[in-house]
């Protein structure tokens, strides 16, 4: 299994998003386990070579931390700008931003659109995952800020909404 920087904080990141408090993945030659609220380390990544009867060739440094939320007290897809009426649709974590299920379909949501609580206005996709980003909030969208197929960042604007 190949686990590139990129990849692996992804992945740190998508863990910090939810209650694991341990996450092992293992595939041939490689093990990496990943422990919330340990006391001596965060995470530790090994790379032992078949045939070394367990004993390690090489030690990955610890991996760094996941960021931490923009707003704590916000709902984790909307946060609430102060000096005007639109609401952000936010990205819940770091990926990939697609406005459309596929490329040969509409895309979820375009400029002018109505959206309600609870429907799906694009996807953002980390490690091979599709996640679906919902609206928290009725209202018209007045912004879209990412090109499709583009990387976006945990806390990233994706879109805004005036709402209604």
Known sequence: ??????ALRELLAAINQTDVAEFTLKSGDFELIVRKGAS?????????????????????PAPMPAPSPVNSSAPPAVASLANDRLVDIISPMV??????????????????????????VCIVEAMKLMNEVEAEVSGEVVEILVDNAQPVEFGQVLMRVNPA
């Open 40 to 60: 001596s380390n965060v995470g530790s990544a090994q790379s032992m070579p078949l045939g070394t009867e367990g004993m390690p060739i090489s030690t990955l």
């Open 1 to 6: 299994m190949e686990l590139d920087f990129h």
């Open 95 to 120: 990926g990939t931003f697609y406005r459309a299920p596929s490329p040969d379909e509409p895309s979820y949501v375009n400029v002018g659109d109505r959206i309600r609580p609870g429907q799906v």
